[in-house]
């Protein structure tokens, strides 16, 4: 077995095994699995670690957190501070992307339980020569371990306990000088570790903080239905970027087969011009590794991710493993694909459903140690095209172990790349796929449209174990899904879902030009496709026209871009809002997020009814900030610039849709 | 470093890495932080194992649960179900005491995804040909592995698969006889098997059900302040056992010191006929391993036990690690315990009390190997001598990693021990001493008194990660502990505290001879000790003195012992009482439990009320048993023999607490 195919295992400390070791460390969070997976953060961020930590008896203990970059021999520390109930807490701060270890190291201090006891004993009045006596050994073993000045200090303490009087013993004994140079050369010689080393998976920026716009590069050419082209969409970039946007992801941008080929509206039958699904990957211009010739050129394609990137703009591609029938890898590596008795290749199908224009690939090929190179090297060749970010399409349906494999090599070589999940399955296996090591998953927010449906599936994103590895991504819409809430056409539901995916999660994204425009008609009622559909014919979108919520989106990416608030999507508190006495309007739903260093605080208030005007009395939370129910305070409107002067905790709020259905507010709270 | 002296780390499966093995086993349950601890179960007990189970894709899978005994080669195997939302369970009987293994093991069916695609391309009339073919080819390598009649049953399918008419093939395709032959050689050469092997601690009967009577053998003897002896005590075995006790704890029987001795109610000084605490432990006459000679000959404590096992009861003993001054091994271990500067013992402290009686062991000495050893022995010592229960004093002031060691190395050999953790302390500390090995634990029961904190207190025990490693075992009193809520003296409250740990809790145990009648005068207003404690003196008891409560605590114990659901803790649901419309009852408490055979199902009703009578609604929860609210049902009350006729859930109970403040119904519902 090439070693290069194993999947991660827990690494367990090699500590020598000592009875002596009485301090126990016994859970420490994050700890995804038993240590099986990495918790996940961000560049530059500060991770906490907690650990539930004690010792028997009534010794007093102390702790550290230690922690390296993946690869370093020696350990950083900082000191872990008890919380309660034995519950200890430190943190430190990432660098660049890459893998982190951590675990925590306790041990009993014996100065400091000495010390707990001689005060009491004083306090008591009972008799402490013999204790000033142990105090100096304690003392003069300390000052063997001390270097620099500290040995000498407490040399001089050991004098100080032993032969002077009671009064400047006790003095000497409690005082800050002894007590500070003790604490610089605690004895770790039988100090506990934590039996595992745990690992943190270090992210870029954009994994935590990113703002997607999804666009067909085909249905940006100059003319009516002549085929886009890669410099014709460099030339719409400057206007993603004014409107706020960091990231474009890009359907598949690669050849696109002829056998079975889908014509408009998902028919079975194309007519000679139509393009066909892009994610009908392959023909005889190549696969997975190639452009789609009416794209350009790969110098083209080139060309446009640095230009995206002089803008700020991250291009991120779509990676779908599957082929169309006329792939190059169906005659290349036919063992990748399962052939059917009658000598023809398995399509996809989920019965009764066919979908004959792709393949699917054969993960239980016995070839698969070159299957799994072969894709893996898909990702790498894009990456030395300067792509970073990768929306993967239908992860669910490929072996999760091919992931974790992936990924996991690809970010050993690419710390700074990014993977998106595009599984819309169930709970179990979105989590797994983060697990494996997604750094962002598509998500349930397009169905969740209710007050109580966004409460309780935040509250699971953010207050489960699920916060500390999976990073929620979310959409309003995509090519696929058009949601019945949209389907009214309300310009107001449009901005309204626009602003909860922007303010509710640090990464959001949309398919633009369709959000952009409130394009709102389905294929056929019930259904959530659109009519018309990009994904099978090329569109000219008029982006200027009437009606588009242009402005709106661009505040609002603006205003997400200068609240480090927004940056983030742990850090939400639901905030009460009542309709009247004791009963909390159903409409109108408020949540206030707070930047991790505490000077940024956004309280966004939605009224998720688009037809009528809604108003209620808002609780803001001033006990979170340590401030009385009482406090006056200002919010700052930032859609619009205004700023409120509110006294004390409950305030009146009224959103009009046809007005704007959303406020945003910079909370400006006395420090 | 000794082997012997090292901890358990979980057990990785050692499976060859193959990335077709496409299903994931996500999180089993039980697994006690990531498989470092065992989880515990009785012997003869069905084991119910989860685990999240799925695959990339739509294909079909299957699991089972692997188990064996430690040591076995083979894993046995049973196969597992899915739940909801990809969650399998499996159950398997476990039968002596000992370590058992379990893991899970999971495969894609191909027979079964094929078979299910068919189905639906038969309603949706769609041509399946080829997947006949297909079948036909699964069904060849099917009948490759098959064993016996099955190959040949199988190859004849593959016949009707492909040259019989459509019929004929559809029904073979979708026959029973198919699917079940081919259930019997699933392939299982990819499968996947969970990443870990799992422990499970398997404990002999009285771990899990057991009612304790702590008794003093000094006070029993025959004359007034003579000091009673084991000889004596064989004669009170009878009476015990006809209460229904079924383990006798004694407090320590080792020689006690004279140095530093306690007096009456823990004087400072002793007069010369003061017999002294017997957890000061040692002296002249031997310490741990020896009997004080006043109680009799080690071949008297012998005897004692053997009598106590033909009566169906076990000799719990008190092994407390702690020694007199005079203990021996001061002076043949001085290595074991701290010494001062002055070149006297350090005795046992926790600033400004000063237990002077008492030495403490030095656990981190750098003998521990010699230290270990020598106490790990004392356990073995008295194992040979036909103890297998033992009450551990103060374990968590003895290092955490010895108890691991030595429970988890003396269970090696003796697999039918039981520890009990005497430690009322801090929560995890609790938690940790259950998961390094402890059999039961004390609780926090004597303090948990009004029916809001018993509810929850018995639902942080039973519905926490705790079930699987802590079994409680609740005390309403001990020679230490006379809670305020007996100190009024009322017979009525002695009552309802031992209805609630013993119905509470299948594990329960008393202070006998003070609890049987109703001591209840503490040393001081607003202490804990009981006044004249049996701890410093020889106390006679006139056990049929008026008042007592013998008759009341023999029926619970003969009502436990004859119904199983008694004799679980983790089966509890609590049932709601109102005192009036939609107001829950303060006062009365309810709770059903249920054997796990369903056979058996007992009420219990209980008024924490000593005073006065109380009345409620009782709605019993007859959808937990699948029946409707209006089913007609009979409770027959344990205690009086009277049988009552209850219409539908909701009836009313009243309990006059001078009377009998508790009801114990078992409820005979239709089947």
């Given at each position: 077995m090439n070693p290069e195919f194993l999947l991660p295992a827990?690494?367990?400390?090699?500590?020598?095994?000592?009875?002596?070791?009485?301090?126990?460390?016994?859970?420490?969070?994050?700890?995804?699995?038993?240590?099986?997976?990495?918790?996940?953060?961000?560049?530059?961020?500060?991770?906490?670690?907690?650990?539930?930590?004690?010792?028997?008896?009534?010794?007093?203990?102390?702790?550290?957190?230690?922690?390296?970059?993946?690869?370093?021999?020696?350990?950083?520390?900082v000191p872990m501070a008890a919380l309660v109930n034995d519950l200890w807490t430190g943190s430190f701060r990432v660098g660049a992307p890459g893998i982190y270890e951590y675990t925590v190291q306790a041990w009993v201090d014996h100065f400091l339980t000495w010390q707990k006891g001689l005060k009491k004993k004083i306090d008591a009045g009972q008799d402490i020569g013999i204790d000033l006596k142990i105090g100096a050994t304690i003392v003069e073993l300390g000052a063997a371990r001390a270097r620099g000045e500290d040995a000498g200090t407490l040399h001089h303490h050991v004098g100080l306990l032993t032969v002077g009087d009671r009064e400047s013993a006790?003095?000497?004994?409690?005082?800050?000088?002894?007590?500070?140079?003790?604490?610089?050369?605690?004895?770790?010689?039988?100090?506990?570790?934590?039996?595992?080393?745990?690992?943190?998976?270090?992210?870029?920026?954009?994994?935590?903080?990113?703002?997607?716009?999804?666009?067909?590069?085909?249905?940006?050419?100059?003319?009516?239905?002549?085929?886009?082209?890669?410099?014709?969409?460099?030339?719409?970039?400057?206007?993603?970027?004014?409107?706020?946007?960091?990231?474009?992801?890009?359907?598949?941008?690669?050849?696109?087969?002829?056998?079975?080929?889908?014509?408009?509206?998902?028919s079975l039958v194309a007519?000679?011009?139509?393009?066909?699904?892009?994610?009908?990957?392959?023909?005889?211009?190549?696969?997975?590794?190639?452009?789609?010739?009416?794209?350009?050129?790969?110098?083209?394609?080139?060309?446009?991710?640095?230009?995206?990137?002089?803008?700020?703009?991250?291009?991120?591609?779509?990676?779908?493993?599957?082929?169309?029938?006329d792939h190059p890898w169906v005659l290349e590596h036919p063992q990748w694909f399962r052939w059917r008795p009658d000598g023809t290749v398995q399509f996809a199908e989920n019965p009764p459903k066919r979908y004959e224009d792709i393949l699917p690939i054969d993960f239980e090929t016995k070839d698969w140690q070159n299957l799994w190179s072969e894709l893996r090297g898909v990702f790498l060749f894009w990456v030395g095209k300067g792509v970073k970010i990768f929306r993967v399409d239908n992860p669910h349906t490929k072996a999760f172990p091919f992931w974790e494999w992936a990924i996991g090599t690809i970010r050993q070589m690419h710390p700074d790349t990014v993977f998106l999940a595009e599984a819309f399955t169930r709970p179990k296996l979105m989590a797994r796929l983060a697990k494996a090591g997604?750094?962002?998953?598509?998500?349930?927010?397009?169905?969740?449209?209710?007050?109580?449906?966004?409460?309780?599936?935040?509250?699971?994103?953010?207050?489960?174990?699920?916060?500390?590895?999976?990073?929620?991504?979310?959409?309003?819409?995509?090519?696929?899904?058009?949601?019945?809430?949209?389907?009214?056409?309300?310009?107001?539901?449009?901005?309204?879902?626009?602003?909860?995916?922007?303010?509710?999660?640090?990464?959001?994204?949309?398919y633009g030009p369709a959000y952009e425009l409130c394009e709102h008609v389905p294929v056929a009622p019930g259904k959530e496709e659109y009519i018309d559909s990009e994904k099978y014919e090329i569109k000219r979108w008029d982006l200027d026209r009437p009606g588009n919520i242009r402005a709106e989106i661009t505040a609002v990416n603006r205003i997400r871009?200068?609240?480090?608030?927004?940056?983030?999507?742990?850090?939400?508190?639901?905030?009460?809002?009542?309709?009247?006495?004791?009963?909390?309007?159903?409409?109108?739903?408020?949540?206030?997020?707070?930047?991790?260093?505490?000077?940024?605080?956004?309280?966004?208030?939605?009224?998720?009814?688009?037809?009528?005007?809604?108003?209620?009395?808002?609780?803001?939370?001033?006990?979170?900030?340590?401030?009385?129910?009482?406090?006056?305070?200002?919010?700052?409107?930032?859609?619009?610039?205004?700023?409120?002067?509110?006294?004390?905790?409950?305030?009146?709020?009224?959103?009009?849709?046809?007005v704007m259905p959303a406020h945003i507010f910079r909370v400006i709270l006395p420090s």
């Open positions: 827990p690494i367990r400390i090699d500590q020598p095994f000592d009875g002596r070791r009485r301090v126990i460390i016994d859970r420490i969070s994050p700890e995804i699995d038993g240590g099986r997976f990495p918790a996940k953060c961000i560049e530059g961020e500060a991770v906490t670690v907690e650990a539930d930590i004690f010792t028997d008896g009534a010794d007093t203990i102390e702790a550290e957190l230690l922690f390296r970059r993946r690869g370093d021999k020696e350990w950083s520390s006790v003095e000497a004994a409690l005082g800050e000088e002894l007590a500070a140079a003790m604490l610089r050369c605690p004895d770790k010689s039988i100090a506990s570790m934590y039996e595992k080393v745990l690992l943190l998976q270090v992210d870029q920026r954009k994994a935590g903080f990113s703002t997607w716009y999804e666009f067909f590069p085909r249905s940006w050419g100059g003319e009516p239905g002549r085929h886009g082209t890669f410099r014709e969409c460099m030339a719409k970039l400057p206007r993603i970027a004014q409107m706020g946007f960091d990231v474009v992801y890009l359907p598949p941008i690669h050849p696109i087969g002829l056998t079975k080929r889908k014509g408009r509206n998902n007519m000679p011009d139509d393009p066909g699904s892009c994610w009908a990957i392959g023909g005889p211009d190549g696969g997975h590794t190639s452009v789609h010739p009416e794209l350009g050129s790969m110098a083209d394609f080139e060309a446009f991710v640095q230009e995206a990137e002089s803008r700020g703009i991250s291009v991120a591609l779509d990676i779908a493993f599957q082929c169309s029938p997604y750094n962002q998953s598509y998500t349930y927010f397009t169905w969740r449209n209710s007050k109580q449906e966004l409460q309780q599936y935040l509250s699971e994103l953010t207050g489960t174990e699920l916060v500390d590895f999976m990073r929620p991504n979310f959409w309003p819409n995509t090519p696929d899904i058009l949601h019945e809430e949209l389907q009214t056409g309300s310009r107001a539901k449009f901005i309204i879902r626009q602003v909860l995916a922007a303010t509710l999660s640090s990464n959001y994204g949309m871009r200068e609240n480090p608030a927004l940056q983030q999507t742990r850090n939400i508190t639901f905030v009460r809002i009542d309709a009247g006495a004791n009963r909390e309007h159903d409409q109108l739903m408020a949540y206030v997020k707070r930047s991790a260093d505490g000077g940024n605080v956004i309280l966004t208030v939605v009224n998720l009814d688009h037809r009528n005007t809604q108003g209620g009395w808002l609780r803001f939370p001033l006990e979170l900030f340590g401030l009385p129910h009482t406090q006056a305070f200002t919010v700052e409107e930032l859609l619009t610039g205004q700023s409120f002067h509110w006294n004390g905790e409950w305030n009146f709020v009224e959103l009009n849709p046809n």
